[in-house]
């Protein structure tokens, strides 16, 4: 028996997509979970997909919805596809928010945090969360308090359409803002995300900001600087603000997260980004480059790599940002075949996000334009 098995279905129908969860299930003997992935029509047919497939596994199954879907063998984008995952070994149990849309971010998260506390009862492993863009800020993670200590890792990203996300617990299907999947009884997986940017200039502290108003990086306005290193781009890149969160275990190459700029204070030379940044935190500007994703997702494969410690990957889960991909690449499947090259035998599956789950500076945090790697191994 197989510890994960994985499959794609294009142009499935229900009854189609059950059939091939059966087949999975039949893989991996005592299945103890599961994901699927839909984009195109039957992501316009969620529920449907999700009742289909109800009742048979004997565990949860989180339904979610992208702009496109993978697995090991390719990426899905512009298509009508499913693909999904099974697994064996530990237990699931699933997670559903209902949020109200009057909730901030710190309310929603403080609720996924008390679901997570609930669901892991004290115990390690992961939580896979899947959720409307609408209702989780950039705040949302600052209330989801799970520190190295707890053993817990994090992962997931923001689904497409509505419902968006669905969780079928053996015969029941229900939908929220906020769908997850507690995994216990498994070790931890190394989760590391690898950004889509290049640099335009170097890291300099923040020096002024007022919450989410960046006033002053280094010694200069923060309009100022973003002069100076956008003045190295074509008129047509989409400007990000690159934050570190950290350094790499060598402490050489920093980890990053982006956020958008929305806008700016001409009287005060200020930029208004998506997200707080603390006075001291370094920071540069940054745009999406083919090349410098490609280089960043190899370190960071490599990385994972080292992590595991000659550990024999199970099955991993890959959430990509919806901005990667063909539109960036040129080409389809860059960080499929990517992944594939470092772990040939092992099962994934794959959501194109509206944003990404991943480590932050204390535990994790919401990533842009970044593809973030959950790899599930056996120790050696």
């Not at 289909?52 to 899905?76: K, N």
């Not at 939908?175 to 999947?181: D, M, N, Q, T, W």
């Not at 995994?183 to 931890?188: E, N, V």
Request: aromatic residues 4%; proline residues 5%.
């Amino acid at each position: 028996m197989r510890s994960g098995h994985s499959f794609e279905v294009l142009n499935p129908r229900p009854d189609e997509l059950a059939t091939a969860v059966k087949s999975a299930a039949a893989e991996v003997g005592r299945a103890a979970g599961g994901m699927i992935f839909l984009c195109g029509g039957p992501a316009l047919q969620a529920m449907d997909m999700a009742t289909a497939i109800a009742g048979l596994l004997d565990a949860p199954i989180v339904v979610a919805c992208g702009s496109g879907v993978l697995t090991e063998r390719g990426e899905h984008e512009n298509v009508s596809a499913a693909v999904g995952l099974v697994w064996a070994g530990g237990r699931s149990r699933g997670m559903v928010v209902d949020v109200a849309s009057e909730s901030d971010g710190a309310t929603v998260g403080a609720r996924v945090h008390e679901e997570i506390r609930r669901a892991m009862e004290g115990a390690a492993g992961a939580v896979g969360l899947f959720a409307q863009p609408e209702a989780f800020p950039t705040s949302t993670m600052d209330a989801i308090k799970l520190g190295p200590e707890s053993r817990i890792q994090l992962f997931g990203g923001g689904v497409a359409g509505r419902p968006g996300a669905v969780l079928v617990d053996r015969g029941e299907v229900r939908s929220a803002a906020v769908v997850g999947l507690a995994m216990l009884g498994i070790a931890p997986p190394v989760v590391r995300a690898s950004v889509a940017c290049r640099l335009l200039g170097p890291l300099r502290p923040v020096t002024q900001a007022e919450g989410g108003l960046l006033l002053r990086i280094g010694k200069k306005s923060a309009i100022e600087e973003l002069k100076d290193q956008a003045s190295k781009t074509h008129g047509r890149d989409l400007l990000l603000v690159a934050v570190e969160v950290g350094r790499d275990p060598t402490g050489q190459r920093p980890r990053l997260i982006m956020r958008g700029i929305r806008g700016i204070h001409e009287t005060r030379g200020g930029l208004v980004v998506s997200d707080e940044v603390q006075v001291g935190t370094p920071v540069a500007f940054a745009v999406r480059d083919a090349a410098a994703s490609r280089a960043d997702l190899e370190v960071t494969l490599r990385e994972a790599a080292r992590e595991m410690a000659g550990g024999t990957p199970r099955f991993g889960v890959y959430v990509d940002c919806a901005g990667r991909g063909t539109e960036m690449y040129g080409v389809s499947g860059v960080d499929v075949e990517m992944i594939r090259s470092r772990w040939p035998s092992m099962p994934l599956v794959g959501l194109k996000s509206a944003f990404e789950i991943g480590p932050g500076r204390q535990g994790s945090a919401i990533h842009m334009y970044s593809g973030v790697l959950s790899v599930f191994s056996s120790p050696s």
